[in-house]
């Protein structure tokens, strides 16, 4: 089923890249509608469009995916529900594609939904606590997003249809409450601050899910949505609250990861810092770049996670990474491909992430940038390159802290095989897709400026690696700075904000009031009250309709003392 699936996904990748390829050469689209019911003078349509950017993003959700069910096959073998753990994946997918290829706000809802339901369902996979707390956190942030497409469906009700595509860039949808709700529903999807805290919650899901949901698909939905909506965010307040909330995930993440131990956790926040990247260039009108990121960060990302989930499974499913280390000489292959893609996220020169981030980077340094988030720019760029060499000591090169007993290897050819594929992608997608969408860009820097990116990476390259390896032999400075480090190690709190925070005030007043009022004197007095007063009653007249002789004799009895004591 893993095999059929890949072909499946692949072949339609490979389609989706011609096709996209054709589009873009000859600058065109197709916009295929047809009318599903017709009441009177009410018709409802359905609309699909074709372009070069939704095929192109579409191939490579295929290619993933496909990818990622091969990777299943191995990873999942022991699973006795692995064939409904595919067709759930499957189902993801299907959400996603349906999401991609709409222009208009409800079939996009359809597919939003689907990709919520869906995720719901693979984040409980593994029936335990842990997981049912981390889907319904989940559910309940991306319900949030679900509510805010529906109000501003209504709203758009204003312009005469749902088909955003032929209102985006006009004078009717700028300023409208139904951009604030857009953003606010991608901001769900692409857990940006304060919704973040459900993407390190979802890590609960099986490992090829989080290879496949936080690289390519859900997190980049919301993403995606603001690509789409772009010409009407450019110039507006909407993308000036973009660039603070953007710079602000990312500093977030990336502090909250180079505190974290946890291998899934740590690529999660990495996901969420490159996201913040994302959001923020966006509010500098340059969609085409946020989208040149999302696709080679979807690869690398990918890639990183299936690593991730190779080393889990060799070194018996712990993912700690100070139970790993010296996993070079076990491992080859994995370490090869976590270094190439841990690299690429970095943006290290040439490889698939450097065109992507260096070129955000330098734009946003051209553009109108405050001191605020200049600095936030630099220091989010040096805790990434910071966190994935903290990792590369932990887990690859530091010390062997595995037990003696254990036995790591690289032989398992069905996880290995699409690692191997996704590391061509992790190495060169960033150069074609450069050549292919920006075959010129003009960047006017300072000297300083232009290395800035180069030094923040040197800089933050050398303090996780070399930091990590001094501070076994002093003193933890951490205690001692107990409060910041809670701070930055908890997300900002965050996690305990969107969950205590949010219900644990409200389920103490409705337990105040349930008190005060449904067993309160009001209860005493009204419907509890009367129940047992009636009750009471009625088992005093059954008692005497028992027909019992001496229940008669003490009745007769009372009667006649009653009827002696009045004559």
């Known amino acids: 089923m893993a095999m059929t699936s890949m072909v499946f996904l692949f072949s339609i990748g490979g389609w989706g890249v011609l096709s996209s390829l054709m589009l873009l050469k000859s600058d065109s689209c197709y916009f295929l509608e047809w009318e599903l019911i017709s009441v009177n003078s009410v018709s409802v349509e359905m609309a699909l469009i074709f372009d070069w950017m939704s095929l192109l993003f579409l191939s490579f959700v295929c290619y993933i995916s496909s990818m990622v069910l091969y990777y299943s096959g191995g990873y ?91 209102y985006v860039g006009g004078p009717s949808l700028e300023g409208s409450l139904a951009l604030w709700f857009i953003v606010m529903a991608a901001m769900t999807k692409s857990a940006q601050i304060p919704f973040s805290a459900w993407l390190p919650a979802a890590m609960a899901a099986p490992t090829p899910v989080s290879a496949l949901v936080h690289s390519s698909t859900l997190v980049t939905a919301g993403v995606y949505l603001l690509i789409r909506f772009s010409p009407s965010l450019s110039g507006t307040l909407v993308s000036t609250v973009l660039l603070l909330v953007g710079c602000t995930t990312m500093l977030m993440a990336g502090l909250g990861a180079n505190f974290e131990t946890d291998l899934k956790k740590i690529i999660a926040l990495s996901t969420l810092s490159q996201l913040g990247v ?102 989010a760029t040096g805790l990434t390159v910071s966190y994935s060499f903290r990792l590369v000591y932990y887990s690859l090169s530091g010390a062997w802290n595995l037990n003696c007993g254990s036995s790591v290897s690289d032989e398992n050819v069905l996880m290995t095989a699409p690692m191997s594929a996704l590391t061509l992608g992790a190495v060169v997608s960033g150069a074609v897709i450069s050549w292919l969408i920006f075959p010129s860009y003009m960047i006017c820097l300072s000297f300083f400026f232009k290395m800035l990116t180069s030094l923040v990476v040197l800089l933050g390259g050398s303090i996780g690696y070399f930091l990590n390896m001094v501070v076994a032999s002093y003193n933890l400075k951490s205690i001692k700075l107990y409060e910041m ?18 219900g644990l005030n409200t389920l103490k007043i409705g337990t105040f009031y349930f008190q005060l009022s449904d067993n309160g004197w009001s209860e005493y007095y009204g419907g509890q009250g009367m129940y047992l007063l009636m009750k009471d009653s009625s088992k005093v007249l059954q008692i005497i309709q028992e027909n019992s002789i001496k229940i008669y004799l003490v009745m007769m009895l009372i009667w006649m003392v009653g009827f002696l004591s009045v004559f």
């Open 278 to 379: 994302m959001i923020s260039i966006l509010s500098f009108g340059s969609a085409m770049l946020a989208f040149f990121h999302l696709l080679t960060h979807a690869l690398f990302k990918a890639l990183l996670f299936m690593c991730a989930g190779s080393i889990i499974h060799g070194v018996g499913e712990s993912q700690d990474i100070r139970t790993m280390g010296s996993l070079v000489g076990f491992m080859p292959l994995s370490v090869m491909c976590i270094n190439l893609a841990n690299l690429s996220l970095c943006g290290i020169p040439f490889l698939a992430g450097f065109y992507s981030k260096d070129l955000i980077l330098e734009v946003a340094f051209m553009g109108p940038l405050n001191i605020i988030c200049l600095i936030m720019y630099g220091v």
């Open 76 to 166: 999942m073998s022991e699973d006795k529900n692995i064939m409904r753990f595919i067709y759930l994946v499957l189902g993801f997918v299907a959400s996603m594609l349906f999401l991609i290829l709409s222009p208009n706000l409800i079939s996009i809802l359809l597919g939003w939904d689907g990709l919520g339901l869906v995720s719901y369902a693979l984040v409980i996979y593994y029936q335990n606590e842990k997981s049912a707390a981390a889907g319904m956190l989940t559910a309940l942030s991306n319900r949030i997003g679900d509510v805010a497409i529906l109000l501003s469906i209504a709203f758009l009700m204003d312009l005469g249809g749902w088909n955003f595509i032929f």
């Open 485 to 502: 480090t809670l701070f930055s190690g908890s997300m900002w709190f965050m996690p305990f904000l969107s969950t205590l925070g949010v």
